[in-house]
């Protein structure tokens, strides 16, 4: 599976961005997917989590309440809906596919790693 990431760009503190990430190859698992970021001299670090079916979602805190996660399994692609955004959500945003069918925020349990996508919030 190779994963695509788009949708970044620059906008304005309290703006909108809407990610996407297609995938090719082959059909997504049955495992959830996940967006991740990394922040200019930090470490990449979980956002937010989809199950397959998408029954179950989770986010990181920092995110809770303003990012929206969300897939189409018809079109192999998944979305990040992000509102009310601010300059620390600034960061490049990956997506990929968990190892596992379970919910896990750790990197490491993630493959197919997408190019990721620039995501830059100005006050």
């Known amino acids: 599976v190779q994963l695509q990431a788009s949708g970044g760009g620059l906008v304005q503190a309290g703006g909108s961005l809407r990610l996407s990430c297609a995938a090719s190859g082959r059909i997504l698992s049955r495992n959830g997917v996940g967006w991740f970021r990394r922040a200019p001299g930090k470490e990449r670090e979980f956002v937010a989590f989809i199950s397959w079916s998408g029954g179950r979602t989770h986010y990181a805190d920092s995110v809770k309440g303003r990012f929206t996660i969300s897939r189409d399994n018809t079109e192999n692609t998944f979305y990040l809906q992000m509102d009310s955004l601010k300059p620390e959500d600034t960061a490049v945003y990956y997506c990929?596919?968990?190892?596992?069918?379970?919910?896990?925020?750790?990197?490491?349990?993630?493959?197919?790693w997408g190019q990721g996508t620039l995501v830059t919030v100005s006050s």
């Open positions: 990929a596919t968990a190892r596992r069918p379970v919910l896990d925020v750790r990197r490491e349990m993630y493959t197919n």
